[in-house]
């Protein structure tokens, strides 16, 4: 079975910056895509950002031209740099890896991200 292993989540100050990283178990084989999600308090979770094969990203519009997703295939790893970081960012991030092999969707346990104004 896969585990999606996150790191890098913690407590910073509005206007600093975190780096997830979401390293996959085992290979993870026919990848379509990777992301990240965040669930807020009392809210669904939400896609955060998005990259798939062909590197084609989608952010959600609250964290464009702040958060950056990036992919290391070799690794099975997905990363996602933020910036300017706001106190509404505050939530667990879970990472999400797509596949068109079964079980075809892969979640991480998440990693708090905490922003204090």
């Known amino acids: 079975q896969v585990q999606l292993v996150e790191s890098g989540g913690g407590l910073v100050q509005a206007g600093g910056s975190l780096r997830l990283s979401c390293v996959a178990s085992?290979?993870?084989?026919?990848?379509?895509?990777m992301g990240w999600y965040r669930q807020g308090p009392g809210k669904q979770r939400e896609l955060v950002a998005r990259i798939n094969s062909d590197d084609i990203t989608r952010y959600a519009d609250s964290v464009k031209a702040r958060f950056t997703i990036t992919r290391d295939n070799a690794k099975n790893a997905v990363y996602l740099q933020m910036n300017s970081l706001k106190p509404e960012d505050t939530a667990p991030y879970y990472c999400?890896?797509?596949?068109?092999?079964?079980?075809?969707?892969?979640w991480g346990q998440g990693t708090q991200v905490t922003v204090s104004s």
């Open positions: 085992k290979s993870i084989q026919r990848i379509s895509a």
């Open positions: 999400n890896v797509e596949s068109s092999a079964a079980p075809y969707v892969h």
